[in-house]
């Protein structure tokens, strides 16, 4: 991740920072998401009565894509130095756009929209995340992410 002076923050706003490497999405891993979130759908868990569906095969869930925003934006998002912790802040928006079919691969495209200092050495990050499918036109997502940084 690169990090900046908090004072700098502000020169990346409306700057495209980059994308992650792709990551295939396999069916481990949606079951493994279905499990801990007790979401069993068969269009996740079943590939037999999923290939029935309009989807042709199991897809991930649609909060497992988006939970996938953390890991994938390691290395790209821009932060202040001194960083002692990041949090989760929440959500400003999200479209699910399209589905993630199961062995897709994605990656993660992160906007940084918004720089705000809640209080001194605290920074509201707000980005736009748009997580693309390998081979696909349209996202499976686009989402407005806050991240908390304390220096």
Not at 33 to 54: I, L, N, Q
Not at 63 to 71: D, E, G, I, V, Y
Not at 110 to 129: C, M, R, S
Request: proline share 5%; aromatic share 10%; net charge neutral.
């Amino acid at each position: 991740m690169p990090y900046v002076p908090a004072a700098e923050l502000n020169d990346y706003v409306g700057k495209d920072l980059g994308y992650s490497a792709w990551l295939t999405i396999d069916q481990a891993r949606i079951n493994l998401f279905a499990e801990a979130t007790d979401a069993f759908g068969y269009v996740y868990v079943d590939p037999v009565r999923a290939a029935d569906s309009p989807f042709g095969g199991t897809i991930a869930h649609g909060f497992l894509s988006l939970s996938l925003a953390s890991k994938l934006m390691k290395g790209i998002m821009v932060l202040p130095q001194g960083l002692k912790i990041m949090f989760n802040y929440g959500l400003d928006k999200v479209r699910f756009l399209q589905p993630v079919k199961v062995n897709s691969k994605v990656r993660l495209k992160i906007t940084l929209v918004e720089v705000t200092e809640k209080q001194p050495g605290q920074w509201l990050l707000k980005t736009t995340a748009t997580l693309e499918i390998e081979g696909e036109e349209k996202p499976a997502y686009i989402a407005e992410l806050l991240a908390l940084c304390v220096v």
